[in-house]
């Protein structure tokens, strides 16, 4: 010790935050459900090179089923954000039946958003399987061309600003713990929505396509 006055720095100041901070707690809040539900054995099927006409028609029907009633449900609060949300239920309709098969979506229990952050939460995993849909329409192109040249679903997933956009907008909308916390347990029921049409086994096959159980 000198005797000399400590020199005064000011206050230290407050870290930066970290970047993506809201999109890495929803990642790591929900990898677990995520995984089950690309564990899915009809999305296995899905990415096969044996992937054929039955198979495509039924992933489109249960996805049918998992988008249609929750868009429903939760419309007016998607369209409120500020985020291009683009339902794709029609779509889905159009696909199934430019394959020739007879839509049959049901009004499923679906997931509902009870505030701003909850919505973010649900759109995470739904503007993150645009990802994942990339990667269905190459593997459809690559194995089945004629099938592919008629969905529309997987391809049209990925228009729109894109996924380094919605996490810019993710980051702005849940800027804390509590929103990022409301917005993983969305995510995490809308996950589980997924996998409880992804992972129905298939029991029955008949003209309108394969029937779950």
């Known amino acids: ?30 990898a677990e459900l995520h995984a089950r539900v690309e564990a899915a054995p009809l999305m296995a099927e899905l990415m096969s090179p044996d992937v054929n006409r039955e198979i495509l028609a039924e992933v489109l029907q249960r996805m049918l089923r998992i988008h249609s009633g929750w868009e429903q449900a939760n419309a007016a609060r998607l369209q409120a954000l500020p985020w291009p949300w683009r339902p794709r239920a029609q779509v889905l309709r159009g696909d199934l039946m430019a394959l020739g098969v007879r839509p049959t979506a049901q009004d499923l229990p679906a997931p509902i958003a009870g505030c701003e952050a909850e919505a973010w939460g649900m759109l995470y995993v739904v503007e993150g399987s645009a990802l994942g849909g990339r990667l269905i329409a190459r593997h459809l192109r690559g194995h089945v061309p004629d099938l592919a040249a008629v969905v529309r679903h997987f391809a049209s997933a990925g228009d729109g600003p894109g996924w380094p956009a919605f996490r810019a907008a993710l980051e702005q909308a849940l800027p804390d713990d509590a929103a990022r916390s409301r917005a993983a347990t969305a995510a995490a029921a809308m996950f589980s929505h997924f996998h409880g049409q992804l992972a129905r086994p298939t029991v029955v096959t008949g003209d309108a396509g394969t029937v779950t159980a």
């Open 1 to 30: 010790m000198d005797g000399s006055t400590p020199h005064s720095h000011g206050p230290v100041p407050a870290a930066a935050p970290r970047a993506d901070a809201a999109w890495r707690a929803l990642q790591a809040a929900t």
